[in-house]
């Protein structure tokens, strides 16, 4: 029993501190008496320690995660220096507890020195300011250790450099861009499990023999080039994924899809074997989608969400002639000046006060339909109705709250045919129609996830209409069609999700009732904001800091711009 209690109890922590960071983060136990720590994964703590001490080490550690403490090239040069390591805990938990205050629980928002934060604007800055001459006191011991070798061992290995200039647009139709190499600092691109180590074969002579053989086949099929081309494959965990994983959908010919190229919006497919675009390589074509006579227009039971959404994409409204604000009314200021010397009894209220008041938030949400969603589930039920109830849910809560909001349905067969199934465009009214047309949707064929995420972003920047935007994927997590394998696939999603975020788009995304485990995961959104949840209610506990996360590094992102 207590075994189960404190297996539930680290599992909620990992929530917890996965909501905090931004991303996936488990939380396991360490030797008692042991200080905190994390190699950026995980995070380890003293389960006999009080639950206060717990949640405060969760805190620092998980919000240095999101605030980019452990970057590899920032953490390399505190190996082996103990005492730079220290000032340098000192200084950045401050700052990352600060920058992190708003997705804190109100009991720890006090925990970062904003005195002390206010001395470092990122973690580069910090470590310049460790590596100073300054006296700087010793972290407190909630804060933990750092273990750097840890931190690298976790990363795996050096990340790119972050030298080259981002993309600075997406392409259109018709348009040729010349496109410049992204700095991918999420995952080791190049760090692939051998896609033919099967139970059959393995790594013996046939195993070898049959990865030598369709890797001649591949080539052949697809003029030489690494995967990316449209030569059929088949999934290479289909061991692991039931009969829906790819349907009968996908084998319509290639010929026969690429006749629509004409008629669709072309993007680029980031090529992680050759570290370069290829430019116009996906066809994105907008399908209207049907809508059956036997759709129900009901929603499936409500999801609380509304009240963890309600205070996110507030704009500031700012009130004129306050007794009291944040900032001087010159207007007011100076007329209360002149009655004054007027000889009048001058007014008092010469101050302007902002409120939150104003909603400016444009939401488009993304929804996998691809065959792999009717995979069965969590709780009894299949991916894609688990999905489809958080979307549903999602959609009315921000709708009600005053945000605009867009739902697209996609699913690919081949790069010439990525389908974007517009359920709700940002102008449509949400009735019983949109409802109907999204219990319409039935799972199939491939998922081009990049290019869906590529023309989510452009639909959501062109027709938005707010200054804070927020893409939001529902999805497995599996990547895959004809060319688009596992490597392959999860590079360009990352590198697509990388894209908006520095275009000032905030990203989340969401896996619901999926068994997709957190590395596979990890491989796929990168750095992005993401959560797993088991079961539909679960979102109520995740959603607010996920979405709060994304908005606020989304707003960082476009001040830096």
């Known amino acids: 029993m ?31 008496g042991d200080p905190p720590w994390t190699d950026g994964r995980t995070i380890f703590i003293d389960t006999t320690a009080p639950a206060r001490a717990s949640l405060e080490a969760i805190a620092v550690q998980a919000s240095m995660i999101a605030a980019g403490s452990f970057e590899p090239d920032t953490v390399r040069r505190l190996v082996r220096h103990s005492l730079l390591t220290r000032r340098y805990l000192a200084i950045e938990g401050h700052r990352a507890l600060v920058a992190n205050a708003d997705v804190l629980p109100r009991t720890l928002a006090t925990l970062g020195d904003r005195d002390i934060a206010a001395r470092s604007g990122s973690a580069a800055e910090s470590l310049r300011l460790a590596s100073g001459r300054t006296t700087i006191d010793d972290p407190p011991p909630g804060f933990g250790v750092i273990r750097p070798n840890k931190v690298l061992a976790a990363c795996g290995r050096t990340p790119e450099r972050p030298d080259q200039e981002p993309a600075q647009h997406v392409p259109r139709r018709g348009q040729r861009h010349e496109l410049t190499e992204l ?24 195993g070898k023999w049959l990865k030598k053989l369709l890797s001649l086949a591949r080539k052949t099929g697809s003029g030489g080039g690494p995967p990316g081309a449209d030569t059929p494959t088949h999934r290479t965990d289909s061991a692991k994924r039931g009969p829906h994983a790819v349907s009968s959908l996908a084998t319509a010919a290639t ?26 390589w996906c066809t994105v074509l907008e399908i209207e989608p049907e809508t059956k006579a036997s759709a129900s227009p009901a929603i499936d039971a409500a999801i609380g969400v ?9 704009g500031l409204h700012r009130r004129h002639r306050q007794s009291q604000g944040d900032d001087i009314d010159i207007d007011a200021a100076v007329e209360s000046r002149v009655d ?44 894609h109705e688990q999905q489809r109830t958080v979307v549903a849910n999602l959609t009315v809560a921000l709708h009600d709250l005053g945000d605009r909001v867009a739902l697209y349905a996609y699913y690919s067969q081949g790069r010439s045919a990525v389908s974007m199934l ?34 989510g972003a452009a639909v959501l920047e062109s027709k938005g209409g707010t200054s804070r935007r927020l893409l939001v994927v529902l999805s497995d997590g599996l990547a895959y069609d004809h060319g688009y394998e596992r490597a392959y696939g999860a590079a ?20 619901v009732g999926a068994g997709t485990d957190v590395e596979s995961l990890r491989r796929v959104f990168g750095s992005t904001a993401h959560a797993s949840i088991a079961r539909p209610d679960s979102l109520t506990s995740v959603i607010g800091p996920l979405f709060r996360s994304a908005i606020r590094a989304a707003e960082v992102r476009r001040r830096v711009s």
């Open 306 to 314: 509304r009240r963890p959404l309600a205070r996110l994409g507030m």
């Open 422 to 455: 517009p359920v709700k465009r940002f102008d449509d009214h949400l009735d019983s129609h949109v409802i109907r047309r999204l219990n319409s949707l039935e799972p199939g064929a491939y998922s081009r996830l990049g290019a869906a995420i590529r023309h």
């Open 255 to 280: 010929e026969n899809v690429i006749d629509h190229e004409a008629n669709g919006v072309r993007y680029p497919e980031w090529d992680v074997h050759r570290k370069s675009y290829r430019p116009d």
């Open 340 to 383: 004054m010397m007027a000889g009048s009894v001058p007014d008092e209220a010469v101050y302007l006060d902002s409120l939150r008041r104003r909603r400016d938030l444009s939401v488009l949400l993304l929804l996998d339909v691809s065959g792999s969603a009717a995979e069965p589930g969590t709780v009894g039920r299949t991916v």
């Open 2 to 32: 207590a075994e189960g209690a404190d297996t539930d109890r680290l599992h909620a922590l990992g929530m917890l501190a996965s909501a905090l960071a931004g991303s996936a983060v488990t939380v396991d136990t360490h030797r008692a």
């Open 183 to 206: 700095g991918d600092d999420e995952i080791d691109d190049t760090d692939d499990p051998d896609l033919f180590t099967s139970p059959v074969g393995g790594g013996g002579f046939i």
């Open 492 to 511: 360009d999603a990352r590198r697509a999700l990388s894209e908006a975020r520095r275009r000032g788009t905030g990203c989340v995304c969401l896996t």
